[in-house]
């Protein structure tokens, strides 16, 4: 910064800690998985199945969260966790009422009033996810959904 190499020491910092909270690995083949979906899919799939948890299991929106996760294998999941240190048994009520969650969801998206091609806060979108909402569509949530109905 001031233009000159730097002589001072050196020293080795973690940034990050331990994370102990419950997890939901959501593994998909065919079409939804990592060969036969496209990123857009997956991002949205992921929200569109946050939003259906939160309303069909009554659990704060901000107490669930997710990502996409590349295996070794090349396959790729869907990871819901509960955002509270230790858990709150978020993921494992998604994980019990998963046919539930997916209704909610493709209801959530499938009634939403913006364009197919594009998503919203009604739907998909949140301030947490705004990082992705140039790749969240409504109509790649429906169709995803649609397949798992």
Known sequence: MKGRACDGPLSNYSLAHNYQTDILEVVFSGRLDVGGASEQTRFSLLYALLEGASSALEISRDDVDGTLYRRTAGTSTLVLFDTVPGGAGGAKRIAEA????????????????????????????????????????????????????
């Open 98 to 149: 998963f046919p539930e969650v997916i209704g909610a969801a493709h209801e959530r998206v499938r009634n939403c009033d913006c364009g197919a091609e594009t998503s919203c806060y009604s739907c998909l979108r949140t301030y947490r996810n705004q990082y992705f909402h140039d790749r969240l569509r409504r109509d790649a949530a429906l169709e995803a959904l649609d397949a798992l109905l």
